[in-house]
């Protein structure tokens, strides 16, 4: 796993929870519009349906709740940067748990309502600076919210990408915090200076080896929008696809991500 930088960006606390509710909040209205068949349509997830990533959703907010079930650790051991890297988990493991949940709620609307009423109700009476056991380590409350909302803004494409027609909307403020936290894990992966990659509006990161550049425009940029990087980020979508279809734009030597892509599974 790649050294984590120690001095990453800051969240603000309360925009980061107003954020996770939020989204989650725009999952559960699209959700409840979807019909029998939709939710049973294939998802770009192999060898999961619609109802099957929703109640994965569901589960990737209750990680919150089954942490908070835990003794807290008595220190801190990692940092927001070390969780990307502790994601690869057990997959069929995650894979069972998701359909056993899908099956034990038929009503993916009322399983979602209970989500979200559960979860605020942790986070009005815990602090953001208990701490968590995760598979990175243990973080505070207030930075594993931050990781909820790259799982939320995920897995909303996901949903999105699976259903025809289907608008979810983006939380302003999930959709930022997801997309810097996995600039930054690229800036960790790849640390460098010769390269400035752009994410307008949310993120700029320096990486890759080489030169640094210090002023004037860069030798190396990559630049693209926020949902087209999280796609490269967790493996959705392929370097060379994405600049063959001019959804992202890259200039300079340096300027090649393909080795460092995916950032996370």
Same mark, same amino acid.
């Given at each position: ?8 960006? =800051? ?9 996770? !509710? ?45 942490? +908070? ?18 994601? =690869? ?29 559960? +979860? ?20 505070? !409350? ?124």
């Amino acid at each position: 796993m790649p050294q984590a930088k120690k001095r990453a960006r =800051s969240y603000d606390a309360a925009r980061t929870r107003t954020a996770v !509710l939020a989204q989650l909040s725009n999952v559960r209205d699209a959700v409840r519009t979807l019909t029998p068949e939709q939710l049973s349509l294939p998802t770009r997830l192999e060898g999961w349906t619609v109802r099957d990533l929703v109640a994965h959703i569901g589960m990737a907010v209750t990680a919150v709740h089954r942490a +908070l079930d835990q003794p807290e650790p008595a220190k801190a051991d990692a940092v927001l940067l070390d969780w990307p890297f502790g994601t =690869s988990g057990n997959s069929a493991a995650i894979a069972d748990f998701t359909r056993r949940l899908a099956a034990d709620h038929p009503d993916l609307d009322a399983y979602l309502a209970d989500v979200d009423a559960s +979860l605020r109700t942790l986070l009005d009476a815990h602090p953001g600076t208990r701490l968590l056991a995760t598979g990175a380590g243990a973080l505070s !409350l207030d930075d594993y919210l931050v990781t909820r909302t790259v799982e939320l803004v995920v897995h909303t494409d996901d949903l999105a990408a699976a259903v025809p027609g289907l608008d979810v909307p983006y939380d302003r403020q999930a959709l930022a915090a997801c997309t810097r936290l996995l600039a930054d894990t690229l800036a960790v992966k790849a640390p460098g200076g010769s390269t400035e990659v752009r994410v307008p509006p949310y993120a700029v990161v320096q990486c890759v080896e080489g030169p640094r550049h210090t002023r004037g425009t860069p030798p190396n940029v990559v630049e693209t929008d926020p949902l087209t990087w999280i796609r490269l980020a967790t493996g959705r979508l392929a370097w060379k696809a994405a600049v063959a279809d001019a959804r992202v734009s890259a200039s300079g030597e340096r300027a090649d991500l393909g080795a460092y892509l995916p950032v996370m599974g």
